[in-house]
């Protein structure tokens, strides 16, 4: 880490007030961090499409949130989207890349094979089961490949865990990160009571009803895939 | 002893505080002379105040024109750019910086320590020292030396220095071939730069760059240099574009060719200065040729037309400065994301042939060319004194 | 006759001991796995002259996902699911070459409305895919901005297509026998109004690259390709055109209701890059014929010829199927021996071919003209390593 | 030229080269791995072949049998017609002439079949792993290829 978050904290805590102070920075800093994430620009296959240049392009627009600065060095980046899969060959070139990222790094998890080699796990001889394997990973976007809202869904929770996680009396040490995908006063419990719910309401299927629903109907509305549950983990210490 | 130091400065600082600082009707020029007569003490005053007013310009500009370039840039690409951070996302360079600042430096294992870290700071010295003498206004200016243009010419050669370094102590292939790049891009059209800038030097007879201005009272040196100064002025944006590294000549930074360029093994605050160097010469170079071409901060006058100079004067004189020179520079830095955002890039042979083929036998040409018109006096809007 | 196993090292230790030149020293520079415009993880081995590029050694295998031996464990449904990841960006025409093999494997006949259909999103994705290229053409050669007018303009397409196919980029739209669904009721007018759209837009194309002085610069006269060498190094596709070989599937050996369309196939001249860049836009344009052509006769009937079985048994033998997709002959051939997986699945991949034409095309020339020759040549990564 | 002739003019090119009908819809012959080379030089050559190209290179193995198939797919644009020349070598020892210096994009495709099936090329001039590391064990498209990172899917 830099000298001033190495030093600073030490000797801030110990002047009155200097606790307040020291939380004062953590939020400038963070704040800072998650606002400017830099992404490498680094795909492997089809999600690099996705992930880097619809993200990228005018639709969707990367650059709302900062983030559309791509570093091809990975000195200068922040953020490692791993975009498509991982193979034997590539997982120690992907290392290195962590490694020579600079400290705070983080990391995305985008697609099913980066997730846990998606559709090319069995009896394949060289993919990589997950890029967890390999390198600690802050947020994970599933998806095949996993739709541009999906990744800025990521994008944000990763932003959240960035400004509630860290503090730079503990650089590099990464809080628990917190549910993002539910909305506030909402609780897991709730949704799985209403599910159960739901499922006891809609217990007898009609038949008829759900043949008709594969057919096109005349009055369409475009829906959108709602499948945009970024999942979390805990990544670890990246020292 | 202490003491006797002590009293001494704060004799001096009383005395050039109320002499110096105070005096309004000086200019910053005159104020730095007199600092410099005045003794030692007030004279590194003046020059740290006069850093640390620079420095902070540095900076701000630096998160200013990278703000602005994003937004540009996203508006040209059909998009809207920041927007997230602060509203329509103006504090985002402010987070880009502070994030800089407290990431991680990486030095490379088998690198030139002192070279490594020497060659950013070099590279901003040679930025802060060029903007030191840019005049936005009258009398605000760091420095005015009566060599204002030879000083131009050498500092502005000293930023390929820095990046020369960076790319040498990088030990890294693809640094060293940016490095490389750099250092014969820019050494090459540092020629046709100072031989544009030369045109202007004749045609207003001076070398200090406060007395270039003054010279434009009757009208800017673009519209009176019978077409001279306007082939003086294409060859300096072009050049200029070249000294910025900027596309289509940002073959040093080359991001599809070369990875990162020079700077790709740089991190955190030693890459910010990179960067803040980078986007603080956008507005130097911008300022310059607003300078030299359209008379700094000069309002729009036409020689003789005495009722139109009058309309163009009717900003209070305090504003006015401001706006003429804040306008016509950002005209410029818009004029050059634009080239920024539309060119592709050029290659290397393509790039010395432009500069030694085209380039430098044109600038030569409108050089006599420019010398035969001072030498008849054939200006267009000629001064009435 | 000898037998020598090398590896990477040998080679590189070999080629760089023969230079003892006093004035030059020659080195290699690595090139990816992770770098921009490798357009994945394609990692090129540079033997370098300062800039010139004196040897170019491509390494592979960043992204060697086994396909083919996933593929013989799985039905001949499941197959085709994987096709989508090797060359996304021509998904359809991927999941196309394997139904058509199986198809004529298993003698599945399929009626002209699928054809038609199939026919069209195919051209509709070859567009989208010269759109992405054109835009990353851009983006190598220095200039951001086209790239997001190739991403603008891929997104239109891309939700007239996503309306019916429910996915935005492994389509997985074609099936043995049929299609995954039928074409939406809007398909046919948002097609029209994408057509529309997208015309004025290639002049747009012409007007930001193809008409800039600097790209011809940069393209013209740099990488050319010989046909002679085009056909030994196994070119196809827009790159094998671009030398000027009019060869085309759709033309040649005409499938699908590509013998109902009438397009002309652009071939180039003297095989450089800018044959290559203009080859392609002009296919845009072709495709679109195509499409406008077929659009408005979509013959009715079933969107599936039979009830989808994923056992289908192909008999005993060995069937080769290839059709055109963007980048060139995509060949499936399959091995079956009566079960209801393949005993063999290969994939002949037209980036896996079109490759080995970077060396010949940029020897002795600038870094700067690998880039752009590369760009050309138009590959994606995942299809050559499979 | 339909299928039938031309496979029969093929075979009647040399006494190494026999008709092969395991393919529905193209002819097909098979050859002597020593003739491979020149055949396939011929069939390059003449003009009532002109076999310009090749697409493919394709290797088989066939465990039972204890052999390996080399199928080369070879396309005339002149003629417009497909012929796919098969060889037999033993699974034990399999080697067969390269082919790179007749179509030099087999230089390739033979590394693939090399890195995939351990098919060893004579003469060929660069022969190495293409798609896996330099140092990794065994074929992996070998039907008894094993390995313990593999994993079987659960029926």
């Known amino acids: 880490m830099g000298i001033v978050t190495d030093k600073l904290p030490g000797a801030l805590e110990k ?63 922040d953020l490692l989207i791993l975009a498509g899969t991982i193979v034997k060959r590539m ?18 998890a985008t697609g099913a094979c980066t997730i846990s080699g998606g559709p090319f796990i069995y009896h394949s001889y060289t993919t990589v089961r997950g890029a967890d394997e390999i390198i600690p990973v802050d947020v994970y976007v599933p998806g095949c490949p996993p739709r541009p809202e999906q990744l800025f869904h990521g994008l944000l929770t990763l932003q959240k865990m960035i400004k509630e996680g860290e503090t730079i009396r503990e650089p590099g040490v990464r809080r628990k990160p917190v549910i993002s995908a539910l909305p506030e006063g909402i609780t897991l419990e709730d949704i799985q009571g209403e599910m159960k719910e739901l499922l006891v309401k809609e217990n007898v299927v009609d038949v008829q009803h759900a043949v008709d629903k594969l057919k096109w109907p005349s009055g369409l509305n475009e829906s959108s895939s709602g499948d945009s549950g970024a999942n979390e983990r805990g990544a670890g210490d990246g020292a | 002893m202490a003491d006797a130091l002590l009293n001494q ?338 290659r290397m042979d393509q790039l010395m042939r432009l500069e030694w083929k085209v380039l430098l036998p044109i600038g030569f040409a409108n050089l006599i060319l420019a010398a035969t018109v001072v030498l008849t006096g054939l200006y267009f809007f000629p001064s009435a004194t | 006759m000898t037998v020598e196993v090398s590896s990477l090292k040998e080679l590189v230790e070999q080629a760089s001991g023969d230079d003892r030149s006093p004035d030059t020293q020659e080195y290699f520079v690595n090139m990816g796995p992770q770098h921009p415009s490798t357009h994945g993880v394609l990692r090129l081995v540079l033997k370098l002259d300062g800039e010139r590029v004196l040897r170019c050694i491509p390494v592979l295998g960043y992204i060697h996902r086994s396909i083919e031996k996933i593929s013989e464990h799985m039905n001949y449904m499941n197959c085709v699911h994987l096709t989508d990841r090797m060359d ?19 003698g599945i006949e399929v009626n002209s409305r699928i054809q038609t259909i199939r026919t069209i999103f195919a051209e509709l994705e070859r567009i989208q895919s010269h759109q992405l290229w054109w835009g990353v053409l851009g983006m190598d050669l220095g200039a951001f901005t086209p790239f997001l007018y190739g991403i603008r303009d891929r997104e239109v397409l891309n939700d007239v297509m996503e309306e019916t196919v429910g996915a935005r980029l ?117 495709s679109m014929n195509i499409v406008e052509q ?42 079956s021996d009566k079960k209801d997986e393949p005993y063999r699945m290969h994939y002949r991949s037209p980036n896996f071919n079109n490759l080995w034409c970077l060396e010949p095309m940029i020897k002795g020339d600038y870094i700067a003209s690998l880039i752009g020759a590369m760009s050309s040549l138009d590959l994606v990564i995942p299809d050559i390593d499979r | 030229m339909e299928r039938e002739a031309l496979q029969a003019a093929v075979c009647e090119l040399d006494s190494t080269v026999s008709p092969l009908d395991a393919n529905a819809d193209r002819a097909a012959v098979i050859v002597e791995a020593s003739a491979l080379p020149a055949i396939v030089r011929r069939l390059r050559d003449q003009p009532q072949f002109a076999f310009a190209q090749l697409l493919d290179h394709v290797a088989v193995d066939w465990i039972d049998r204890g052999q390996f198939e080399l199928i080369y797919q070879l396309y005339s644009f002149k003629h417009k017609h497909f012929l796919s020349v098969s060889v037999f070598v033993p699974r034990e020892d399999p080697r067969v002439p390269t082919l790179c ?55």
């Open chain 2, 9 to 346: 400065l704060s004799l001096t600082l009383s005395v050039h505080t109320s002499d110096v600082f105070v005096a309004p009707a000086m200019s910053l020029a005159d104020r730095a002379s007199r600092a410099l007569e005045s003794g030692v003490w007030g004279a590194v005053l003046y020059i740290v105040i006069g850093l640390v007013a620079v420095l902070t310009a540095v900076s701000v500009l630096g998160l200013v024109m990278s703000y602005i370039e994003r937004k540009v840039a996203g508006h040209f690409q059909c998009r809207l750019g920041p927007m997230r951070v602060g509203p329509h996302g103006v504090l985002q360079s402010l987070a880009d910086g502070i994030k800089l600042l407290f990431k991680e430096g990486i030095e490379p294992g088998h690198g030139d320590k002192v070279i490594f870290i020497g060659a950013p700071i070099f590279s901003i010295t040679a930025t802060i020292l060029l903007l030191a003498i840019v005049p936005l206004a009258p009398g605000i200016q760091v420095v005015d030396m009566n060599v204002g243009v030879v000083y131009i010419a050498a500092v502005s050669g000293l930023g390929v220095m820095g990046i020369l370094m960076g790319g040498w102590s990088s030990n890294n292939k693809w640094s060293l071939l940016g490095a490389m790049r750099a250092g014969a891009q820019m050494i090459s059209y540092e020629v046709s730069l100072t031989i544009a800038l030369l045109v202007v030097v004749l045609f207003s007879g001076t070398l200090k760059v406060s007395e270039i201005i003054e010279s434009q009272q009757q009208g800017w040196w673009i519209w009176r240099g019978h077409g001279v100064a306007i082939v003086a002025f294409c060859l300096y944006v072009i050049a200029s574009t070249a000294e910025l590294n900027r596309t289509p000549f940002d073959l040093p930074e080359g991001e599809s060719e070369l990875t990162g360029g020079y700077h790709t093994e740089y991190s955190g605050l030693r890459f910010s200065f990179f960067f803040l160097a980078e986007f603080a010469n956008l507005f130097v170079f911008s300022a310059l040729a607003v300078t030299f071409f359209f008379g700094g901060w000069l309002p729009f006058h036409v020689g003789n037309y005495e009722g139109f100079n009058s309309v163009m004067d009717l900003l209070p004189p305090v504003i006015s400065p401001m706006f003429w020179f804040g306008s016509k520079c950002a005209t410029l830095i818009f004029i050059l994301m634009w080239f920024r955002w539309t060119f592709p890039r050029l």
């Open chain 3, 170 to 286: 492994t389509m997985n739209y074609v099936l043995p026998g049929g299609l995954m669904a039928d074409i939406h009721p809007n398909f046919v007018h948002r097609v029209k109004e994408f057509i529309k759209y997208f015309r004025p837009k290639l002049d747009e194309y012409d007007d930001l690259l193809t008409n800039n002085v600097i790209i011809q610069e940069r393209l013209r006269n740099v990488g050319i390709l010989s046909p002679q060498t085009a056909v030994q190094y196994g070119a196809t596709g827009p790159v094998l055109r671009g030398s000027g070989v009019a060869f085309d599937l759709r033309k040649d050996h005409p499938y699908g209701v590509y013998d109902q369309a009438d397009f002309e196939v652009p071939v180039g001249t003297i095989g450089d890059s800018w044959d290559r860049y203009w080859v392609r836009v002009e296919e845009m344009r072709q």
């Open chain 1, 15 to 77: 002047v009155p007030g200097g606790n307040v102070l020291v939380t004062r920075f953590d939020e400038i800093i963070n704040w800072a961090r998650a606002s400017s994430l830099w992404p490498l620009t680094f795909g492997t296959s089809c999600c690099a499409i996705e992930m880097l240049m619809a993200t990228g392009g005018p639709r969707h627009d990367l650059a709302r949130f900062g983030a559309e600065v791509a570093r091809p060095s990975p000195r200068q980046a």
């Open chain 4, 101 to 155: 210096r007749v179509h030099p994009v087999a230089e390739w495709q033979e590394r693939e079949v090399y890195d995939l099936f351990g098919v060893l090329y004579d003469d060929h001039p660069d022969l190495r792993r293409l798609f896996l590391e330099d140092d990794w064990v065994g074929f992996p498209l070998r039907k008894d290829y094993q390995d313990d990172f593999m994993l079987d899917r659960p029926r």
């Open chain 3, 294 to 335: 077929l659009l408005d006769n979509i013959p009715p009937g079933d969107f599936l010829v039979k009830k989808l079985n994923s056992k289908i048994k192909i008999p005993e033998g060995r069937y080769y199927s290839q059709l055109e997709t963007a980048r060139g002959i995509l060949g499936v051939f399959i091995v």
């Open chain 3, 88 to 106: 996304y960006l021509s998904s359809i025409m991927n999941n196309w070459a394997v139904s058509k093999a199986v198809e004529e494997a298993a």
């Open chain 1, 91 to 108: 997982a120690p070139r992907l290392r290195t890349l962590y490694e020579q990222m600079a400290e705070p790094r983080y990391v995305i």
